[in-house]
């Protein structure tokens, strides 16, 4: 089966540090990655798609990813984090037509 | 901007009860889909619909069932519910391509005594 796996659940940062979150994906012949941020008590949104072309994709809120095919990782970084960055974010590959998500890591921004 | 919404968002069940929740989408979007949040273990698909009409299983699809009677709507029901169905439920739906963006509803939890 297809799957995604986020290497830390929980990952405790200081405000203005920078920070990485891994996701490694099974391997395939294609695979389209994404990354998803819940905020507390909502759903969850995209922050940025790895479709083809360049490795090095740029999301929203300054957070960009780099898909390594050797390495099958997908991971998400961010030079300078903010208070307001605190969430869960999901890593999720592709499974003809559906998502499959990762299990989450947990970003804690400290002031 | 509705988007994806979820109703209701919270509910308490008695073991054994059944219940519905509904999905409603306003983007004209032909995909839609259920998923299970818990702690630990990400998200879960339960079911999912290419289309009006059209229903399949996900991964853990057990105790569950759907309806897509109308394009923008998604039901799920729990015809006898268990404590094991407690958890935050989400609906998403999607234009159908497997390169493209879900959107989320904001989650119904529910509790099963």
């Known amino acids: 089966a297809q799957s995604v796996t986020q290497l830390d659940s929980q990952v405790p940062v200081f405000e203005e540090a920078p920070v990485e979150l891994r996701c490694n994906y099974s391997?395939?012949?294609?695979?389209?990655l994404f990354w998803y941020v819940q905020y507390p008590n909502q759903g969850l949104q995209l922050l940025l798609k790895?479709?083809?072309?360049?490795?090095l994709v740029k999301g929203i809120n300054g957070f960009e990813a780099e898909f390594n095919k050797s390495q099958t990782s997908f991971h998400l970084r961010k030079p300078s984090v903010h208070i307001s960055d605190t969430a869960e974010y999901f890593c999720?590959?592709?499974?003809?037509?559906?998502?499959?998500f990762g299990e989450g890591t947990q970003l804690t921004v400290n002031p | 901007n509705a988007g994806v919404t979820q109703t209701p968002k919270f509910r308490v069940l008695k073991t054994g009860q059944s219940m519905t929740l509904l999905c409603a989408q306003d983007?004209?979007?032909?995909?839609m889909y259920w998923y299970r949040q818990d702690p630990g273990m990400g998200l879960r698909l339960i079911h999912y619909?290419?289309?009006?009409?059209?229903?399949a299983k996900g991964e853990v699809p057990d105790g569950y069932n759907v309806s897509r009677l109308k394009k923008q709507n998604f039901l799920l029901g729990l015809e006898s519910a268990a404590p094991s169905q407690t958890s935050v439920y989400f609906c998403?739906?999607?234009?159908?391509?497997?390169?493209?963006?879900?959107?989320f509803g904001e989650g119904s939890r529910l509790t099963v005594l």
């Open positions: 619909s290419v289309g009006e009409g059209t229903t």
């Open positions: 999720a590959r592709t499974s003809g037509s559906r998502l499959t």
């Open positions: 790895y479709l083809s072309g360049s490795t």
């Open positions: 998403a739906s999607s234009q159908g391509s497997n390169t493209g963006e879900l959107f």
């Open positions: 983007m004209n979007h032909e995909y």
């Open positions: 391997s395939s012949v294609s695979v389209y």
